[in-house]
């Protein structure tokens, strides 16, 4: 819209609200209750004023959550502290320095050679290795994050020009000046009330207002920051391989995984892949039984599976579909280098880890060597993330005492034997394996007395997929960019070479 009709819509919609303003004032003043009105007003302004300040202090006016996604590594987090500190340190600066674009231009260059730094602390050129693309859709992610919340959050936000901003500062400068010459005028017809109302709007209005105006602005600011600094990680990471657009489709379909209710539950489902591991005779083919309801997994005296057996679980307690993984299990006196190697491949491609132990069997140390070379694999790659580990004891039926066997059972809170042994059993897991396990639950597989399955394994399962989902969106996003990378050069070779064909035709042609 040009400029002038622009000023004519805004004086036909502004004058009705002028010509009642100035009746009001008018009136107020010809009836003697301005001096009466004042100061009322004034106390709801000051108090507008202060309260919006507190609360956007206190971060509770418009707040930013610096909590990190939870699909992102503990480098992610690392490098997240960063971005967060530069917001914190946001409140030192003035209003004039957050007013002044430059300002927002330094911030993204000094932003990126930190983060750049930070993820690849020997290169000589830490930006080097980066590609155009990849930082296009930086700028693409975050152009449309920030221009989404000023359309928003920023009354005529969609109206705001570049002059307009250069011009807001000078505005508020004229304002300034207006007010000052008003109170001028005034002190000269009754200088002592001009005086006490100019302290008080000083003291109640002038002082709170100027420091609500610098926290909208570091608001801004901080949020900038936020955005910025969120797609700056993923860039670093090397997850914006994928390109902006897909990035956001897989994002966007994760948040939908997560939360199903809006959609149809075929289409909202993310399958999550569940290695089983353990030791060998912990029962794991007979836990993969009584999740699947049926003998899938052949149960013999000798480990029957000698490589990854994968299968499909749909249940009821569940909003997502589950691959299981059936393992090869290890001996107590460690692992076959194949059998190292099948467990090490389902746990790379595992969104959740259930390490399998048996009640009756004290010895874990070659569980703690499988789970500690399992760190050092994920140490050795911070740039995937470590699957939730939920360890699960059997065999809770062969507990003292050995005969008794009457669930249901609290072991949260025992008292009977069977749960006394339980939870002692559970506690000595976790003394023997300390924060390695997220958790643990106990069961009893047996064909003709399954408990503990749908009482407490299937529920902490449930509690864990929102952290599966997030290692499951992280391999989606490695594993596509890896995949994407020699596709997408022949793909632009064949575009070339059409291109390349057609004009070549097109000057025979014309010969």
Not at 174 to 194: D, G, K, R
Request: net charge positive.
């Amino acid at each position: 819209m040009p400029h002038w009709r622009l000023v004519v819509v805004t004086l036909l919609w502004a004058v009705p609200a002028l010509f009642l303003l100035g009746c009001g004032i008018f009136f107020l003043w010809s009836t003697g209750l301005g001096r009466w009105a004042w100061w009322p007003m004034m106390a709801c302004m000051g108090l507008a004023f202060v309260l919006g300040w507190y609360w956007q202090k206190q971060r509770r006016l418009l707040r930013l959550d610096f909590t990190p996604p939870m699909h992102w590594t503990d480098r992610d987090r690392q490098a997240w502290a960063l971005v967060r500190a530069r917001a914190e340190a946001a409140s030192k600066l003035d209003t004039e320095a957050l007013s002044t674009l430059p300002l927002y231009v330094d911030t993204a260059r000094d932003l990126g050679l930190e983060l750049a730094r930070f993820y690849h602390p020997g290169a000589r050129d830490p930006v080097g290795s980066l590609t155009i693309p990849e930082m296009l859709a930086v700028v693409e992610l975050a152009s449309h994050d920030l221009a989404e919340m000023v359309d928003r959050y920023v009354p005529g936000g969609h109206l705001l020009t570049v002059d307009a901003w250069r011009k807001a500062k000078q505005a508020a400068d004229w304002y300034q000046q207006a007010s000052n010459l008003s109170w001028l005028v005034y002190s000269l017809f009754a200088p002592v009330e001009t005086a006490a109302r100019f302290l008080a709007s000083r003291a109640g209005v002038a002082g709170p207002w100027q420091k609500f105006q610098l926290n909208l602005l570091v608001w801004f600011y901080s949020a900038y920051l936020h955005r910025l600094g969120n797609y700056l990680i993923e860039l670093n990471s090397g997850r914006l391989r994928v390109g902006a657009r897909r990035y956001r489709e897989l994002v966007q379909e994760d948040k939908e995984s997560a939360s199903p209710g809006g959609m149809e539950p075929a289409n909202a489902v993310r399958d999550v892949t569940i290695a089983i591991i353990g030791q060998v005779k912990s029962g794991k083919s007979s836990l993969i039984n009584a999740l699947l309801g049926e003998q899938r997994a052949k149960v013999d005296i000798l480990p029957a599976t000698d490589e990854i057996t994968r299968f499909a679980l749909r249940h009821a307690h569940l909003p997502t579909q589950l691959q299981i993984l059936d393992t090869m299990g290890y001996g107590q006196d460690g692992s076959t280098e194949k059998q190292a190697r099948a467990n090490a491949e389902a746990a790379r491609q595992a969104d959740l880890i259930l390490l399998v132990m048996h009640a009756r069997n004290p010895g874990r140390e070659t569980d703690v060597v499988f789970l500690d070379k399992l760190r050092e694999f994920f140490r050795a790659h911070p740039e995937l993330k470590v699957p939730p580990l939920l360890g699960v004891l059997t065999h809770i039926d062969l507990l003292s005492p050995m005969m008794e066997w009457s669930p249901p059972y609290n072991w949260q809170h025992p008292h009977r034997p069977k749960e006394q042994q339980i939870d002692a059993a559970l506690a000595t897991l976790r003394e023997q394996l300390g924060d390695r396990l997220v958790g643990a639950v106990p069961v009893c597989t047996a064909a003709d007395k399954v408990y503990g399955v749908q009482e407490w394994l299937l529920p902490a399962v449930s509690e864990l997929l929102d952290q599966a989902r997030a290692v499951a969106l992280l391999r989606c996003l490695k594993a596509e960019a890896d995949t994407g990378k020699i596709r997408k050069v022949f793909e632009q070779l064949l575009a070339a070479g059409k291109e390349a064909a057609k004009i070549l035709w097109e000057v025979s042609k014309k010969r």
